[in-house]
């Protein structure tokens, strides 16, 4: 009887000790799976960061056309460097605009945002007040601009003087370089192979408008001053003080007896906006109307400012008869 006893003693001793060599071996599984899995999390995780740098681009948001075209040279493909522009393109100079819901969305998404400055950009400083943290750009950094028709303010478009535009190419690069400094040696070596073309560009200008040194001309808003110093010509009046507005009846003849006086032949309209205005000047004054563009818009080529100067001379030449 005590045989028996004690032999069944065992078998309860064994069975429970398998029992908990049973219960010990899946509890080592359960935290070799669960080790396993957090390495293969872990190793997904390091996958995707690497993956994420890899993929990583650098923002730049324009504000509008020129300085879209500027920058998208400077930054010419240069791979994880993206150019975008915030104003559409059909959008003239910027004087009246104001920011869209997409403008916004471009300014959240945006590692670095270009302006051409001098006050052109009015519509941005609410906006950029609430993005303390975004570089700026500014293109027109040490340009000494002319002091605008309009009260207070300065005539900032001087990225139609061809020089001037190269100033602000450099400008930007060095802006670029110093906000995304991985791609520094690239936008230095894109900048001066921009600028080398503008500066050939100006020499043949300067070439072909030089018989127009010391003309007067009257264009529809003051966009040209700088183009018409920089060739030797004299904007001796404009259609409009304020681009999108029609000028009064009084601005009209007064512009009518200016152009009188002067005896000037020609007028000069911009297609970015209506010309009625000078088509009743041009009606009372026998004077001729002719289109110049201030390179606000445009196919967003490299190449379209380049190409929009280029028509502008040819244009001048025709309305001269050059």
């Given amino acids: 009887m005590q045989s028996r006893h004690c032999l069944r003693c065992v078998c309860i001793y064994q069975a429970k000790n398998r029992f908990n060599y049973r219960r010990k071996a899946s509890a080592q599984q359960a935290d070799e799976t669960n080790r396993m899995g957090k390495r293969i999390i872990f190793c997904l995780f390091?996958?995707?960061?690497?993956?994420?740098?890899?993929?990583a681009e650098t923002n730049i948001l324009t504000t509008f056309y020129p300085m879209y075209i500027l920058t998208q040279n400077v930054a010419l493909d240069i791979e994880g460097v993206t150019v975008?522009?915030?104003?559409?393109?059909?959008?003239?100079?910027?004087?009246?605009?104001?920011?869209?819901?997409?403008?916004?969305?471009?300014?959240e998404q945006a590692d670095i945002l270009?302006?051409?400055?001098?006050?052109?950009?009015?519509?941005m400083e609410r906006?950029?007040?609430?993005?303390?943290?975004?570089?700026?750009?500014?293109?027109?950094?040490?340009?000494?601009?002319?002091?605008?028709?309009?009260?207070?303010?300065?005539n900032a478009h001087v990225w139609m003087d061809p020089v001037l535009a190269e100033v602000q190419v450099k400008n930007i690069a060095g802006g670029l370089a110093a906000a995304d400094p991985t791609h520094a040696e690239q936008y230095a070596a894109n900048a001066e192979a921009y600028c080398s073309r503008l500066s050939e560009m100006d020499q043949e200008l300067k070439a072909e408008l030089a018989p127009l040194a010391g003309m007067n001309i009257i264009t529809f808003h003051e966009a040209f001053n700088y183009f018409a110093r920089r060739y030797g010509m004299n904007v001796a009046g404009v259609i409009a003080t304020e681009p999108g507005e029609e000028p009064s009846t009084r601005e009209?003849?007064?512009?009518?007896?200016?152009v009188l006086d002067l005896g000037i032949r020609t007028l000069f309209v911009e297609p970015q906006y209506p010309k009625t205005a000078a088509e009743v000047i041009a009606r009372e004054t026998g004077a001729s109307l002719y289109t110049l563009d201030p390179c606000v818009s445009g196919d967003g080529t490299p190449g379209n400012y380049e190409a929009i100067q280029r028509q502008n001379a040819e244009v001048l030449k025709e309305a001269f008869g050059l």
């Fill in 114 to 123: 270009v302006i051409n400055g001098g006050g052109i950009e009015q519509f």
């Fill in 127 to 154: 906006a950029l007040a609430v993005q303390p943290d975004l570089p700026v750009v500014d293109a027109s950094l040490g340009i000494e601009m002319e002091p605008s028709v309009e009260e207070g303010l300065l």
């Fill in 46 to 55: 390091l996958m995707c960061l690497s993956l994420s740098f890899s993929l």
């Fill in 252 to 258: 009209i003849a007064d512009t009518c007896d200016l």
């Fill in 84 to 107: 975008t522009n915030m104003a559409e393109q059909t959008v003239g100079c910027l004087h009246d605009y104001t920011l869209q819901t997409q403008d916004m969305v471009a300014l």
